[in-house]
């Protein structure tokens, strides 16, 4: 099996550890691994701005790169939401965005595909999940609160194969923790607000960290909780899911 690895923009510059993560873990399973070195953003800011179809040249690179492998991996559920969901409304009536249609978050391609039944991970820590609105919501990584289906969670299933981890949520658990992309720097106030908010409700199960399948979300929390000097710390979860390696 072909993967393509794709790191996203902000976790290449700020988060490359979990970069290596991804990369350690899919070659644990045997996964025959290629990390493109001429890869760029998503488009995903852009979007987010309003100017969806200002991204469609990235589009177009990104079908180009990796329109060869069997799926395209990464962590990060909102850009493989934006990818799988947005891409071939970018490019409607130009043409198939086939790459997009293979591309999965490192959780659902380990949960969905590999079906791992072990992980090389230890860790002795209570870890409260933190469900990211895209991940959530556009690639079903867990049940929404909203709907009345039966519950179900990706990210639980895969970390209760970690040696020695204890797993809690926090009540309203896939509620927003306000960084939104754009959202936090077009309403500041409220994005800090819940930001706020969710990290009382993380630390209030008692957990040491808090982990999930964004960096994104993580970092904006982290930032807060630094200000705040909350003692909780966050982790991605393929982080915990590699550890070891």
């Given at each position: 099996?072909k993967?393509?690895?794709?790191?996203?923009?902000?976790?290449d510059?700020?988060?490359?550890?979990?970069?290596?993560a991804?990369?350690?873990?899919?070659?644990h399973?045997?996964?025959?691994?290629?990390?493109p070195?001429?890869q760029?953003?998503?488009?995903?800011?852009?979007a987010?701005?309003?100017f969806?179809?200002?991204?469609?040249?990235?589009?177009?690179?990104?079908e180009?790169?990796?329109k060869?492998?069997?799926?395209?991996?990464?962590?990060?559920?909102?850009?493989?939401?934006?990818?799988?969901?947005?891409?071939?409304?970018i490019?409607?009536?130009?043409?198939?965005?086939?790459?997009?249609?293979?591309?999965?978050?490192?959780?659902?391609?380990l949960?969905?595909?590999?079906?791992?039944k072990?992980?090389?991970?230890?860790?002795?820590?209570?870890v409260?999940?933190?469900?990211?609105?895209?991940g959530?919501?556009?690639l079903?990584?867990?049940t929404?609160?909203?709907?009345?289906?039966?519950?179900?969670?990706?990210?639980?299933?895969?970390?209760?194969?970690v040696?020695?981890?204890?797993?809690?949520?926090?009540?309203r658990?896939?509620?927003?923790?306000?960084f939104?992309?754009?959202?936090?720097?077009?309403?500041?106030?409220?994005?800090v607000?819940?930001?706020?908010?969710?990290?009382?409700?993380?630390?209030?199960?008692?957990?040491?960290?808090?982990?999930?399948?964004?960096?994104?979300?993580?970092?904006?929390?982290?930032?807060?909780?630094?200000?705040?000097?909350?003692?909780?710390?966050?982790?991605h979860?393929?982080?915990i899911?590699?550890?070891?390696?």
């Amino acid at each position: 099996m072909k993967i393509g690895l794709f790191i996203p923009c902000y976790v290449d510059a700020v988060y490359p550890e979990v970069g290596v993560a991804t990369y350690k873990l899919l070659k644990h399973y045997g996964l025959d691994v290629t990390y493109p070195l001429n890869q760029t953003c998503c488009g995903q800011p852009m979007a987010n701005a309003g100017f969806q179809r200002m991204s469609a040249p990235l589009v177009d690179k990104y079908e180009s790169m990796f329109k060869g492998f069997d799926y395209v991996v990464m962590p990060s559920a909102s850009c493989a939401a934006f990818v799988r969901v947005n891409y071939p409304d970018i490019m409607k009536g130009k043409h198939e965005c086939e790459a997009s249609k293979h591309t999965m978050d490192v959780v659902e391609f380990l949960h969905d595909v590999l079906k791992v039944k072990e992980v090389p991970g230890k860790f002795p820590h209570k870890v409260s999940v933190h469900n990211s609105c895209h991940g959530v919501r556009e690639l079903g990584l867990s049940t929404p609160s909203e709907t009345q289906n039966p519950k179900f969670n990706k990210i639980k299933d895969l970390l209760q194969l970690v040696d020695g981890i204890e797993i809690v949520e926090p009540e309203r658990s896939d509620e927003c923790c306000g960084f939104g992309g754009m959202f936090a720097v077009e309403e500041t106030a409220v994005s800090v607000q819940m930001g706020i908010d969710k990290i009382k409700r993380h630390q209030a199960t008692g957990a040491s960290y808090i982990t999930g399948p964004d960096s994104s979300c993580l970092m904006h929390m982290q930032g807060i909780a630094k200000r705040q000097k909350a003692p909780i710390e966050f982790i991605h979860v393929v982080q915990i899911l590699a550890a070891g390696l």
